[in-house]
Structures are given as structure tokens and as C-alpha cells.
């Protein structure tokens, strides 16, 4: 298979680059893996496939047999990266007055953190130059032994996706992506990867993220002013976070000089999940109880349903935007190609998720952890290097769709009685018109006047030629 002989491309590669940059190749060796706790670190932790448990129904992702691809959609979020500026700041700031001052003998019986006294550790943050940044083999310290940098998750997506979609794949393609760096550092990484094994000239597309441009974005929240988010914070507000003073509580008392808040026990887990994309692994992690890591991950989820998901009405109206487009390419695909990428960022891969309704049962989500009101997981949705694909394929003479959602298939509610649990297009169609009609439309709900509602650039790129500058600060 086509998989094989590209995934043993890449770690070749890889090992190869570790002798070039000469990594600190100690640190890494015997760590425990730590990717059982991804799902529980807030989407900021490295990618990781749609977890629905090993007991739960597996569809098959491979196109069904007697089937055959016609079309492919895709929108993807950048690879891992470094924090953001604002908590990038907090918590160097943290590192340096709360934890670089603590006593060596101290720490050196610590039950928590005697990492700090090993010499082979290094805090993943020296200063705030790689804030925002895609991180990546050359500036982690572990370098190429970092497993998660995000240019090697972008390559491996590449690689996943040459060798299932390269029937559609032509001798030259578009690739778009939303302006800011990372999300533009990822799209190439991943397009150079369809140019080393299909020789497909890539016709990179950049779309302006930080200047208004309405609906004919990847980013069209950016021009939504009416913006009025979160609804229901008193939801939200209403969660119990006695466990982060719990955990606040429970590390001073076992470390003489340390006085951690609450909200510094909260900075605690981006400190872990964005030290594993930094770094490869984080010794931070180790402090959380198993409650702790669900109570975090859980109020994430929260919010996110009423900042950026299906709790939100306006959102829907935002990621409409993207849904209207994924009808329009289904019925009036552009001639010259037939896969559809864009790349951005996780919050716009959530509203279109809202419009899509997969993870929408039409309920609000209640403030105390019940697990029959926990189907909105936004960070099983959108982990670093995330990717929502939408696959199209003919069976007989009927066409079908269905949903990827990072390596899972997410059949569409009521409308997966087709190969594979696809939904045929006719009745497709009928899913979006219906879900659409009840979505107020984005123009209308974000007040937008003389600024384009709906995006053209999968039709109209190679008359307009979108090459926005790329830029560090995202939108
Ligand atoms: C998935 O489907 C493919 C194509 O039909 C088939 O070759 C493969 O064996 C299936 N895998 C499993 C686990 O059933
Ligand atoms: C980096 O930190 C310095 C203060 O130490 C601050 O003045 C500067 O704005 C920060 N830069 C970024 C990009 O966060
Ligand atoms: C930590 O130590 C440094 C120098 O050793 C000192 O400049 C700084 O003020 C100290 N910070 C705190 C919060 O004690
Ligand atoms: C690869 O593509 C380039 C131009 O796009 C062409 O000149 C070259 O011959 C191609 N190479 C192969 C091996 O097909
Ligand atoms: C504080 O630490 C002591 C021993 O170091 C322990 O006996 C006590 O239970 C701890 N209290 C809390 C609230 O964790
Ligand atoms: C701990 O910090 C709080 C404020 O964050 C302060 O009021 C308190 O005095 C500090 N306690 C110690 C022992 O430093
Ligand atoms: C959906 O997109 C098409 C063109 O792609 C556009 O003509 C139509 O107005 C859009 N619908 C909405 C509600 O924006
Ligand atoms: C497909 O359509 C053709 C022509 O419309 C028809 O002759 C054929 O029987 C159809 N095949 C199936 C499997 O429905
Ligand atoms: C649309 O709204 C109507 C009336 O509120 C409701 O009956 C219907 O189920 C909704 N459809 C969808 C797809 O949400
Ligand atoms: C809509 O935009 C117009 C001008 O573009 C402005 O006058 C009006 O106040 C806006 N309405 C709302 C509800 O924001
Ligand atoms: C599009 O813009 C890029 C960058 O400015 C330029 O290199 C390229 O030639 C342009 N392509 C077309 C078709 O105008």
C-alpha cells in the first residue's frame, strides 16, 4: 500500500534530521506516553484521533468497496503549537515568580516537582520569542525526537491524505489557508508532502484573516460584530471549580515557599499540554488526579458550547457560511478540481460544526458534569492538527456523503443508510436546506452590508489570486 512506503518516507526523515540539529536525545528516552491524556487537555494538546472507545461502533473509514470517489472537502486546523501571546505571557510569568525561585532542596524531595532539579529539563518557554508560533523540529529543544511537533503532524496528514484521496488529486491543485503563520506553515507542510509524491504543483491560496473581508473567508467570525458571545454565562459561571482550589490547595501544602491561586492550578494544564507540543512530553502532567483532568476538560467543553458551538445561535449563523459553501461545491463543484482544502483555525472548524449539527442534539449544556449531557467534546473535535473531511463517493448510480472527524467516521444525524453509514445526496440536501432554513442567515446576523456573505474563493481564485501578508498574531 501507498501508506506503507509514504509513512516509512517520513520516518526516515525524521530520524535522519535528529543527527542535523543535535537534540538533547537524553531527555526523551523512557518517558511515559502520554497521549492518553490528550483528550483531556482542552484541544491543546498534540492531535489524537476522535477517541469514541474501543468498545464503541468502529466504522470502517476506507471507502466502501464498489464505490468510488468523487469529490473530497476538507477543513483543518494548523499542527501544535506554542501558546497564545496573552496565556503565553501568564504563564512564563508563573514559571518565573512562582516556581524559579523555589528552594533546590526543596524541590529536591518534592512529590510534584523535583523535575525542576533535573538537570536534563528544560521549561519549553525560555522567553516569549515562539509565542503563537507552529511548533516544529528545529526549535524544539528535543528536536527532531519531538513526535509532536506540528510540521510532522501536517506532513503525516499529507501523507494520509495522498495515499486516500490522491484519485482526486491532479497535476495542480489549490490549497487555501487563512493568513496567519502557523495556520499558513501547516498548509505547506502538508502540501509539500502532495507535491513530493504526486509531483501536483501547489497553487497556494492566502486569505486575509486580520482585515474584514465578510463571508469570503475562512475566518469570517473576524467580520461578525455583532458578536455577542458567551451566551448563557451564567451557565457557564454556574460550574463547580472548587477542584482547581483543591489543586491549588493540595501543591502548597506539599511545597514549602510556593502560594499557587486557583487560576495559577488552571495555567497548570496548559502548561502540560503546550509543554508536549513543545517539547514531546511534560512532567507538569503528572500532578493531575484522574477527576482533575475530566473537571478540566469538562469546563472547557462548557464553555465552548456557549462561546463557539451549538449553544450559541450566532455561531451558527457564522459557520453557516462554511456549510452553504459545502452544499455549493456538491452541486456546482468548480471543473478544475475536485478536493477542497482549507486550513484554519480551531474555533472556525467549530462553527462550522454548529451549522453541521453532528454534535448538536438541540439541548443546552447544563453546568454540572452529567454524562448524558456531555456529546458537545470540543477538544475531540478540535485538537491541534484537527481535520473535518467530507468524502463524497458513487455507489451504482447514486452518490452518497459522509463526515470524517479526525480518522472517525460522525454519520449525519438520521441520514446514514448508505455504504459506510453515508447519507445519500438527495437526501443530503434535504439535511442542509432543512438545518439551514431554521440558522438565521450570516448577512443578516451579522449585520454585514457591503462586504461579500458567502465565499467565492473556491470558484474565483485564479481570477483574484488572494495573497494576504502572513502575520504572527492570529485574529
Ligand atoms: C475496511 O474496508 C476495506 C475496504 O472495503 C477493507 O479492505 C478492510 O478490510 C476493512 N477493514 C476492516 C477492519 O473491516
Ligand atoms: C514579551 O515579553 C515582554 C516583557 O517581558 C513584553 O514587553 C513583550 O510585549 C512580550 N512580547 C510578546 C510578543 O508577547
Ligand atoms: C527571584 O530571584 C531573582 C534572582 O535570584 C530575583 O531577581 C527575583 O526578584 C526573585 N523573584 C521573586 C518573586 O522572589
Ligand atoms: C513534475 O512537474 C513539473 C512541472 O510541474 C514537470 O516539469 C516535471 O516534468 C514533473 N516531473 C515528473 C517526474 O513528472
Ligand atoms: C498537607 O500536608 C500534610 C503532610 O505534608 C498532610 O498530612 C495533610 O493532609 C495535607 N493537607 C492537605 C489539605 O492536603
Ligand atoms: C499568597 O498569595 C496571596 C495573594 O495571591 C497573598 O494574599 C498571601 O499573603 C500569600 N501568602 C504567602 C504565604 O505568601
Ligand atoms: C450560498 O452560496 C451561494 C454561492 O456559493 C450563494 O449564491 C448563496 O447566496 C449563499 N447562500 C447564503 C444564504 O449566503
Ligand atoms: C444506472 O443507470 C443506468 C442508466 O440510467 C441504468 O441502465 C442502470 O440500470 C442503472 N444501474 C443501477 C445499478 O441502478
Ligand atoms: C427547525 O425548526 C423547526 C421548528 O422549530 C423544528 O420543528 C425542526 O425540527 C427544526 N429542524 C432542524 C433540522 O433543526
Ligand atoms: C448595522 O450596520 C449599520 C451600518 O453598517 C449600522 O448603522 C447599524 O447600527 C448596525 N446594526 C446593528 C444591530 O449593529
Ligand atoms: C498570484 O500572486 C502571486 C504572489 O503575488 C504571484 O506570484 C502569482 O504570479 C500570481 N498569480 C496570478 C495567476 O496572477
Known sequence: MLTQI???????????AASIYGTKSSYLTEKKDQSPMFPFLAGAAPYFSYPLGDNYYKINTSIPETCTLKQVQVLARHGERYPGTSEGNELI???????ANLSKSELANNEYFDFLVDPTYQFFLPNNASLELLTTTKDSFTGALNPYAGELTAMKFGEEFTDKYNSLIGDTLPIFTSSNSRVYETAKYFSSIINKYLNTTINMQVLNELKKTGGNSLTPSETCDVWDFPVHQDIVDAMDTSYLDNLASRLNNATKGLNLTSKDAELLFDWCAY????????????IFTQEELILHAFGDDLSSFYSDGPGNPLVKSVGSVFFNATVELLKNPPKE???YIGFTHDVNIQHMMAAVG???TGKLMDSKFDYRNTIYKKSWITPMGARVILENYECGNSSYVRYVVNDEVVPVPNCNEGPGFSCELDNFYKYAEDRLSNITAFGTACNITNLPTYQSFYWDYQTVNYTAPIEVQSY
Do not use: M, V, W
Open 6 to 16: 509514504l509513512l516509512a518516507g517520513l520516518a526516515a526523515s525524521s530520524a535522519s
Open 93 to 99: 510569568e508563573l514559571f518565573n515568580t512562582k516556581f
Open 275 to 286: 509543554e508536549i507540543d513543545a517539547s514531546g512530553y511534560s512532567p507538569i502532567c503528572n
Open 337 to 339: 478540481y475536485n478536493a
Open 358 to 360: 453532528l454534535f448538536d
